[in-house]
């Protein structure tokens, strides 16, 4: 699975000190209450790939750059609770000094093309923390509109989040 300048594939154990490059950066971590201890990591990684035996094959893919073959990210559709059901997320966290270089958008570009075109899902949601704004320009350039508010709690935290959605019926014709 690949865009232009990314490829796409299923996390491994392998991946974890490339991975603790965001789960274990404070400032990219920050929409989570900051970084990861290293028993969160494996407990991240473990919930990946129960998911992708679970779930159909969702879960958050490793981002690779094309160029350089190194994993600047990860990206893909998840499942995530919201209004008392499961809703297909694409979800997006990627090493800061990637950031502002349009890869996420282009990974999450794809994810929303695959979503629609391979899975056939119906709607595809992006659920973001309040003060996560680059995240939220993000969901805007994925096509997505904000639909909603809610408050989860994490870490001990009350955080407000936005739910972003396209649906598959409102896209232009191709």
């Not at 090493?95 to 999450?108: N, P």
Request: charged content about 30%; overall charge neutral; glycine content about 6%.
């Amino acid at each position: 699975m690949e865009s232009e300048r990314l490829y796409f594939r299923k996390i491994t154990r392998n991946d974890r000190s490339d991975l603790c490059k965001i789960l274990q950066d404070e400032k990219a971590m920050y929409a989570y209450e900051g970084k990861f201890d290293d028993e969160e990591v494996d407990e991240w990684i473990d919930r990946q790939l129960w998911r992708y035996e679970n779930e159909n094959g969702m879960g958050l893919y490793a981002v690779i750059l094309k160029e350089s073959n190194m994993l600047i990210g990860q990206c893909g559709l998840t499942l995530q609770d919201y209004n008392g059901k499961k809703v297909p997320e694409i979800g997006y966290l990627f090493q800061r000094s990637f950031w502002h270089k349009g890869y996420a958008t282009e990974a999450a570009l794809f994810w929303k093309k695959y979503a629609f075109e391979v899975i056939g899902l119906e709607a595809v949601y992006s659920i973001i923390r309040d003060s996560n704004l680059p995240s939220q320009r993000v969901a805007e350039r994925n096509g997505m509109i904000k639909a909603d508010v809610f408050v989860k709690r994490y870490r001990n935290v009350d955080m407000p989040h936005y739910v972003y959605v396209c649906n598959k019926a409102n896209l232009p014709p191709k």
